[in-house]
T-cell receptor
Framework: DAKTTQPPSMDCAEGRAANLPCNHS???????VYWYRQIHSQGPQYIIH???NNETNEMASLIITEDRKSSTLILPHATLRDTAVYYC?????????????FGKGTRLHILP | DAGVIQSPRHEVTEMGQEVTLRCKPI?????LFWYRQTMMRGLELLIY????????DSGMPEDRFSAKMPNASFSTLKIQPSEPRDSAVYFC?????????????????FGEGSRLTVL
């Protein structure tokens, strides 16, 4: 079972920052938070991941709370092409059990 | 880099027929994953390989499904016999061991998927 909770859908105006929340209250100390997105009919695409510190790359920023029980993915200037399903994933990472399990995700609509 | 290549992109077959889906991972990647996506169940991990060896096949739905990886550049997912409930998009993904973050692998690179329709 997925170990995260996300809102099923969100809207965001084009040009504004899109803030996608994720709850992972049962996360353990060595588990990472990953974000992927899936644009219609395409394969999922990796966005970013982090352990405890905030992370930023060319696509997005990831803010993880100090207690690590929740995180927020930020798309700083959303465009219509950011319309997609966004998946927040807590990675089960033992030596022989490295899996990435997708939940239901958040369907983000960017409004013109 | 060509990315993960899957074939066929679309397959329509009749119930009872054998279906073979193919995947070519990114060169140099040592992990390969097969996922299935349906509206009802979302994205499900079926099986994954490391260095051509199946590591976890607990997601394979039943004995009608089998997956092989004869070498580092090729994998197949076979369904025999196929049933209408197998209709889905099947994704293959690959990745390489991440030396920086943790034991295990880094980000997954997905193919475009194979859309299977079983009539």
């Amino acid at each position: 079972d997925a170990k995260t909770t996300q809102p099923p859908s969100m809207d965001c105006a084009e040009g504004r920052a899109a803030n996608l929340p994720c709850n992972h209250s049962t996360i353990s100390g060595n588990e990472y938070v990953y974000w992927y997105r899936q644009i219609h009919s395409q394969g999922p695409q990796y966005i970013i991941h982090g352990l405890k510190n905030n992370e930023t790359n060319e696509m997005a920023s990831l803010i993880i709370t100090e207690d690590r029980k929740s995180s927020t993915l930020i798309l700083p200037h959303a465009t219509l092409r950011d319309t997609a399903v966004y998946y927040c994933i807590v990675r089960v990472a033992t030596v022989r059990d490295d899996k990435i399990i997708f939940g239901k995700g958040t369907r983000l609509h960017i409004l013109p | 880099d060509a990315g993960v290549i899957q074939s066929p992109r679309h397959e329509v077959t009749e119930m009872g027929q054998e279906v073979t889906l193919r995947c070519k991972p990114i060169s140099g990647h040592d992990y390969l994953f097969w996922y299935r996506q349906t509206m009802m169940r979302g994205l499900e991990l079926l099986i994954y390989f490391n260095n051509n060896v199946p590591i976890d096949d607990s997601g394979m739905p039943e004995d009608r499904f089998s997956a092989k990886m004869p070498n580092a550049s090729f994998s197949t997912l076979k369904i025999q016999p196929s049933e209408p409930r197998d209709s889905a998009v099947y994704f293959c993904a690959s990745t390489a061991t991440s030396n920086y973050y943790h034991v295990g692998f880094g980000e997954l690179f997905f193919g475009e998927g194979s859309r299977l329709t079983v009539l």
